[in-house]
């Protein structure tokens, strides 16, 4: 049997924390999890909080007393407590800025005194409005103005790349980023914004879906199980230390095609025969302008498709789910559940 390890999962009580808590643990490791609960739940973790090596500390990030206790005890820090979601960050800039730029920092200074190995995910929002498709880890970015707070979310992550970097440049602490790209699954929430969780909800209340502009916006969406796995590769692998990896599907789609999609499957899985959606007059779906869904002047990436050869070929990640599964497992997961 392998080594026991001990994982420091900040943001443990989130969508992606609370998978990736209990991925390590059915490997046989030990988890301390940290979370405020500002946008993570203790329902997420509900079942892991018996587990004899599961340890959930409700704290801020930015708690470097805590923090230094947990990161003592650590043999790695997966680091995913962050601002999340559009309308958070759109409602909330400086509570962004300080949460991801002084949160990171705090985790970073706590993994120093111990030398403890550092994942710090990052986004794919930092190709800001980049359209040389698709995104490699040496790209330019793009952003706009600072007078647009979304762009906000993006700068203070790049603050984190930047911070994270010269840790391991001058410090020579073991780090590794990951650029996430639109990672969906169960347990995620549709109530800061993220897509899937909303669509899927509307479509199972038999709501019509609101598609935000024309609809021919695209993403590619990655299942939080193949995520899991590549932080666990990641942080596993010594050839990744020091390096920036993009992590996410190359699957793309568009807005528009998603929410056909998704009424198509939640139709059948009511077991009723669907039409195809039929233009603007279809009344499963209605467009709404950007202006209304996130307040004047938002811009929305139109395109976002990462290469990811680099993981690829480092470590022999691929996702292994694509977004039928990842569909299925959504609408399973909120056809069992009562409200969100
Ligand atoms: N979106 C939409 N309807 C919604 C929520 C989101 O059309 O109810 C769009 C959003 O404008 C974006 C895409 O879906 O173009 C993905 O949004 P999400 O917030 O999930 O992730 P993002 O890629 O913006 O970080």
Known sequence: ???????LVTGGAGFIGSHLAEALLAQGNRVLAIDDLSTGSLDNIDHLLSHPDF?????NIKDEVVLDRLALEANV???LAAAVGV???LKYPLHTIQTNIMGTEAVLKA????????????TSEVYGKSNSLPFREDDDVILGPTSRCRWAYA????????MALAYYQEQGLPIIVARLFNIVGPRQTGRYGMVIPRFVQQALRG???TVYGDGQQTRCFLHVEDAVRAFVVLSEAPEAIGEVFNVGATEEISILELAKKVIAMVEASKGLTTSAVNGHKDPRVIFVTYDKAYGYGFEDMQKRVPDNSKIRDYLDWEPRKNLNKILQDVIDYYANKVVD
């Open 55 to 59: 340890c959930f500390t409700r704290a």
């Open 155 to 162: 700068a203070s992550k790049m603050v984190d790349e930047f």
């Open 207 to 209: 709501e019509p879906l």
């Open 77 to 79: 820090i997966i680091h």
């Open 87 to 89: 309308n958070l960050i």
């Open 111 to 122: 993994a120093l005194r111990y030398r403890t190995k550092v994942l710090v995910a990052s």
């Open 1 to 7: 049997m392998l080594e026991q390890k001990t994982y």
